[in-house]
């Protein structure tokens, strides 16, 4: 029987992006992963945009993806964040930091595409399309079963990586619980066309029936991720084009101009997902199988992409002094190290959607206060893009 070093469960972003982070240190490494990639091109899912923090394209770029990505990929040059109704609004621009962007936009099938292209370029060895069955914690390894659709086998690994999304079965074979929060709403997913440039400007418009963002891509045409209540969600996915782009057109408003739908809108439920903790004995978890947040603030995949590295430079460290990757105090260390960034990110998003659903007047002042005094004060402002681009202020890296 085959025995990996380590097995990473999930060929998806986070677990693809992980084998090529320790394609470099030798050791024997395999990534099982359902989707072919046709079927995974295939996707609607792949339609969704991305805001990559400006610190997730630093790491593609040391992972040597963002050649093949940056061509699919539009800049962000400035954040507009208002209130719909309102008098508050805040404005970041990258100039004012001194930086090329404040992120880039890519759709997921484009960088999808970059990573998986660049683990072939790498040889990193995908099982695919397998799926992981079940798994056994034995002594020293873990035995996992696997199934292809001609045959089901087994093999052993010292180290496995959950990277198997929201749904994780690992998680869940390892007992490890989760904590859940619905937020009882939808996001609407679609591109659309403007009137006006959009000036490489991300667009964040809190509305009374959820978080509205425009982000800019290729030509005069942007993403649109539109959080709804879900019953409010399937009236307007009902609706006939003209009706649906009228009520888009409400809640955004005229910055750019006349808005118009080019392509069909896709629902994803909205949910706070947090594992209750990030490993297991001779397991770790890592991106959506260990969080999955609200895309409002466009942080999801940028945290899960820094638990890799972040697992990736503990790997390296114990490869160096020939140590077990399945380590328990590695696992731990793992663990604590991740707490600080999940507690801030999940806390920024989940904040955000709570602050701009609160529709008295006292509280609307309050929020339209603090954006006047976001955009006003020039610290506090420096920290909120810091946050927003993925990185800290003193390092450069979160
Ligand atoms: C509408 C929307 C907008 C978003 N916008 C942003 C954004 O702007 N910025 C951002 O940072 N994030 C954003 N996100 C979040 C981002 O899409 C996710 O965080 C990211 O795609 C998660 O990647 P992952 O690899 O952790 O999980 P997944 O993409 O779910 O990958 C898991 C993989 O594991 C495989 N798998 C599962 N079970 C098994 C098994 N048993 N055996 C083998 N393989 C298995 C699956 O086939 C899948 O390929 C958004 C999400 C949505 C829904």
Redesign the pocket.
Known sequence: MKTYDVLI????????SLALALKPLGLSLAV????SPET?RASP?GD??????LG?VEIFRKLSVWDKAAAKAVPIHHIHVSDRGHFGKTRLHATELGVEALGYVIP?RELEQAVLETCAHRAVDFICP????GLKVLENRVEIRLKSDRETWRCQARLVVA????????RQWMGIGQRVQDYGQV?L?STVECEKPHRYTAYERFTSSGPLAL?PLAKRRCAL?WSQETQQARKLQSLPSPEMEARLQQAFGWKLGALGLAAPLRA?PLRLIRAERLFGERVVI????AH??H?VA???????LRDVMVLAGFLEEQQRRGGDPGAFTLLERYAKARVRDHDRVIGFSDGLIRWFSLSTSFSALGRNLGLLALDHLPPLKRRFSYQAMGMDQESGFL
């Open positions: 469960v999930g060929g998806g972003l986070a677990g693809a099982v992963e359902t989707l995974r899912a969704r945009a991305l805001a990559l923090a997730s997921a397998a799926e992981v069955t990277a198997d999304g929201g749904n994780s079965k690992v996001a997913v982000l991720i994803f890592v991106g959506n199988a999955q947040l895309p466009g942080q999801g995949f940028n945290l899960g």
